[in-house]
């Protein structure tokens, strides 16, 4: 029998093969190590990814759900309109919660960023998450439950104490900051009601009848707020016009441009402070056949910079939506967004080129990204236009900061064409009178 400690001894005989030997019989997962570089390029780059790093923005004292006057303990608080200060409803004191950006140093060394940072409430939502909250009253003791989906704040029905959802549960409804509504309703409703009255000639009769912009609804909106440390390469092809010239006449007159062409290459590193990302699906659904969901940009951009340390304080009495993609699900957007953005840093030195330049290859390098959950406040008023596929879900937005207006008002099909028509004859007579 041989011996694995004695050098002299024989090896040992070889293991039988066939089938159902041991040789057959093949390893168990994990027995042998994969080497990264040997898989498809996406796993390999997924698996290579370093882990993201992770910024605590959890406010310790605000965990138990009750949101507290740091003066006398009353849980009635809410906003001070218009401004960033929280109210306590039963001494009056007034205090101002600390700027996120400040406090947690997320506007620094965007220049020095490597591999991903992602807050506390950007986390990825986790699978089993669920929209209802229990929270134990610190009051009474009773349990209260708050329906995320809807709502951030509710009240014990038994001592009446006001309990928020401050705890960043990985469900996407608690944020890392919020940035206070600052336009009050009566601004948004007469900002709205002027949008639309200078609108009005065309607006399809039934919106007329049912337009009650008192029904506008303030509601914050979950977005992303991205700083990015990015270099790009675009590369292609630029004219400068070197004469110009016509054969032929009239109606068969034909303008010729004589150009030199030249290959253009252009380097660009560059960052990117507090680029916001939508992060519902539902409003990022930009489908111009359903919904004006685009016109939420029209009302950019948010003075995100103000945005504070989260507190549930804020949105009592209004509406909100819960976050529902991930970080790894926006990046995508995230690199369109860092293309379009370098192919604008190089656009000063390519003025030379008055013919244009096309780019045919672009290449980017996002050396860095952090990432940041932060409500941000629209005023929104909707109107279901009717129709085929389900209709048309038309919006009109305020910004909740600044007050921009946008919207997209139905219209009566028929006194557009009356008025093209009209504008066509009166210019073609026009035309005649002067060619005549």
């Not at 041989?2 to 997962?29: E, I």
């Not at 070197?242 to 007159?253: K, P, V």
């Not at 209709?391 to 007050?403: E, F, K, P, Q, S």
């Amino acid at each position: 029998m041989a011996n694995p400690d004695d050098p002299s001894s024989p090896p040992p005989p070889p293991l039988p093969t066939g089938p159902g030997s041991p040789q057959d019989v093949p390893p168990p997962p994990g027995s042998f190590p994969i080497d990264p570089d040997t898989l498809p390029k996406p796993i390999r780059d997924e698996i290579k990814a370093p882990d993201p790093v992770a910024i605590d923005t959890a406010s310790p004292e605000l965990k138990d759900g009750v949101n507290r006057c740091p003066k006398c303990g009353s849980t009635e608080i809410k906003q001070r309109p218009g401004t960033d200060q929280l109210i306590c409803l039963y001494c009056r004191n007034e205090w101002t919660s600390a700027r996120v950006e400040e406090e947690l140093g997320l506007g620094e060394n965007i220049d020095q960023l490597e591999g991903t940072v992602v807050a506390t409430g950007a986390k990825d939502i986790a699978a089993d998450s669920s929209e209802l909250m229990s929270f134990k009253c610190a009051g009474c003791g009773a349990e209260v439950t708050v329906n995320t989906a809807n709502a951030m704040t509710a009240r014990c029905h038994w001592c009446r104490h006001v309990l928020g959802v401050n705890e960043q549960v990985p469900n996407g409804a608690v944020p890392d900051a919020v940035l206070p509504l600052h336009i009050k309703k009566d601004d948004a409703v007469a900002r709205i009601r002027q949008f639309v009255g200078k609108r009005q000639f065309f607006a399809l009769t039934a919106f007329k009848q049912q337009f009650t912009p008192e029904n506008v609804v303030g509601v914050y909106l979950p977005y992303m707020i991205v700083d990015a440390n990015a270099s790009a390469d675009v590369a292609g092809q630029g004219e400068i016009e070197t004469r110009h010239y016509q054969e032929g006449s009239g109606n068969d007159a034909k303008t010729y441009y004589d150009a030199d062409v030249y290959a253009v290459e252009r380097h660009v590193d560059y960052t990117v402070d507090d680029l916001p990302i939508e992060s519902s699906a539902n409003r990022a659904n930009l489908d111009t056949r359903t919904n004006t969901n685009n016109i939420i940009n029209a009302i950019l951009p948010f003075d995100t910079k103000n945005a504070v340390r989260w507190n549930a304080s804020f949105l009592a009495g209004f509406s909100s939506e819960k976050r529902d993609r991930n970080v790894e699900q926006l990046r995508p957007h995230l690199e369109d967004e860092l293309l379009s953005i370098a192919r604008a840093k190089v656009e000063d030195s390519v003025k030379r080129f008055d013919r244009g330049v096309r780019w045919e290859q672009e290449r980017l390098d996002v050396h860095g990204t952090r990432w940041v959950a932060m409500y941000l406040p629209v005023w929104l008023y909707s109107y279901h236009q009717p129709g085929p596929n389900g209709g048309m879900l038309h919006y009109i937005a305020v910004n909740g900061r600044t007050g921009k207006t946008m919207g997209s008002v139905p219209i009566e099909q028929w006194k557009l064409l009356l008025v093209a028509i009209t504008l066509g004859t009166f210019l073609e007579t026009i035309a005649i009178w002067i060619v005549g």
